[in-house]
């Protein structure tokens, strides 16, 4: 498996857009942990994906939170992922009540042949109950994860049958205008990560 972390640049997205596993540009100096993006650098595509009951999912229309967070991984991922996902779920416990109920949090599959519906939501809703698990044709989500700047390339067939999949480990924030604001490394804390999304709460 190949995880790898992405440049806030768009026009190195297709080219090289990721540094090898663990790599990301170091934070802009700021009021939050993460990196902040200007306005207009990454705005998501409005591709429908799939929800766990079957149903297009948008993550430029259907988002209704001030704050959504988006992570793109896969269930048969043996290390970040789940190191990710459990990071999302602390950092949702951190939050009062009234600001988790301003941010949602969203799992991308970067392996819908593998993950489907039902797979997704188990392993979504194992870290939190509130997460969402979504899928869909490769292509889709390849345009939609590409649109915020994270690249997805399923890899070759490994010797025990399975395959590498590719994908860029940092979480997204999507604000109410579809746009990223903010990014995070694979390896930030919880209390970074609840900090930052407190403070982005009060900015909006």
Known sequence: MAERGALPIVGLLLAGILSACGGSPAATPGDVSGTRLDDGT??????????????PYSLADDTEKPLTLVF???????????????????????????????VDVVFVTTDPQRDDEAVVERYATKFDADFLGLT?????????????????EQGEKLPSGGYDVTHGTQVMALDDDDQVPVYWSHEVSQADLARDVQLLLDEG
């Not at 990454?42 to 149903?55: I, K, N």
């Not at 951190?94 to 301003?102: F, G, N, V």
């Not at 869909?136 to 997805?152: M, N, P, R, W, Y």
């Open 72 to 102: 793109f991984g896969y269930t048969h991922c043996p290390d970040i992922c789940g190191q990710v996902m459990a990071t999302l779920a602390g950092t949702m416990t951190r939050l009062d009540d009234a600001d988790r109920e301003d």
């Open 42 to 55: 990454f705005e998501v595509s409005a591709t429908p994906l799939v929800d766990p009951g079957g149903e």
């Open 136 to 152: 869909g044709d490769l292509d889709d989500i390849v345009e939609v994860a590409q649109s915020i700047g994270i690249g997805v």
